[in-house]
T-cell receptor, first 113, second 114 residues
Framework: DAGVTQSPTHLIKTRGQQVTLRCSPK?????VSWYQQALGQGPQFIFQ???????QRGNFPDRFSGHQFPNYSSELNVNALLLGDSALYLC????????????FGPGTRLTVL | QKEVEQNSGPLSVPEGAIASLNCTYS??????FFWYRQYSGKSPELIMS????GDKEDGRFTAQLNKASQYVSLLIRDSQPSDSATYLC??????????????FGKGTLLTVNP
């Protein structure tokens, strides 16, 4: 039973660039949530997708956008990167009927120079 | 006011001792509470969930919930060096409509000394 997978593992970008991160949910899961975890902080909720639509969003600017595909996989896009966007980006999957139980992927470490 | 607060730590306990981790939350409507363990450089792993007032035990772990005091705790009995990690408290907080989102505390770093 495949767990949550994310790619790439690490990424280095420069300010102003754009980045796309990818996530495949755990087998059978239909809901994907994205989190940003800065060093020394807890994960912060970015947004959640199910049925290919953004269903709720945290306090993140419009530079952060996403997409969910028919196979439930998801992408997180960040435009106009800032130094402060450097963080571990976590994807978590769950069932729509039980969004309490979220399984996290290994994360993508983004460094913005 | 932060929505979920944890004692900042770091917390250091000797092997075999009881480690006590605490968390308070601000949203009185929250119904679901979680403890995640995060090893350095890894992603969070769910170790306990609790929904009702009182204690919930799972092996060496006991979660305690007091909704009146808006307080959640995690006790780790017979602590082992392998328990050394950051422990994140997470609460399902209302985010509008019929939606709830997971809100995390900053985490408490636990070190278990052999």
């Amino acid at each position: 039973d495949a767990g949550v997978t994310q790619s790439p593992t690490h990424l280095i970008k420069t300010r102003g660039q754009q980045v796309t991160l990818r996530c495949s949910p755990k087998s059978g899961h239909d809901t994907v949530s994205w989190y940003q975890q800065a060093l020394g902080q807890g994960p912060q909720f970015i947004f959640q997708y199910y049925e290919e639509e953004e269903r709720q969003r945290g306090n993140f600017p419009d530079r952060f956008s996403g997409h969910q595909f028919p196979n439930y996989s998801s992408e997180l896009n960040v435009n106009a990167l800032l130094l402060g966007d450097s963080a571990l980006y976590l994807c978590a999957s769950s069932l729509r009927s039980d969004t309490d139980t979220q399984y996290f992927g290994p994360g993508t470490r983004l460094t913005v120079l | 006011q932060k929505e979920v607060e944890q004692n900042s730590g770091p917390l250091s306990v000797p092997e075999g001792a009881i480690a006590s981790l605490n968390c308070t939350y601000s949203d009185r409507g929250s119904q679901s509470f979680f403890w995640y363990r995060q090893y350095s450089g890894k992603s969070p792993e769910l170790i306990m969930s609790i929904y009702s007032n009182g204690d919930k035990e799972d092996g060496r772990f006991t979660a305690q919930l007091n909704k009146a005091s808006q307080y959640v705790s995690l006790l780790i009995r017979d602590s082992q060096p392998s328990d050394s990690a950051t422990y994140l408290c997470a609460v399902n907080t209302f985010s509008g409509g019929s939606n709830y989102k997971l809100t995390f505390g900053k985490g408490t770093l636990l070190t278990v000394n052999p």
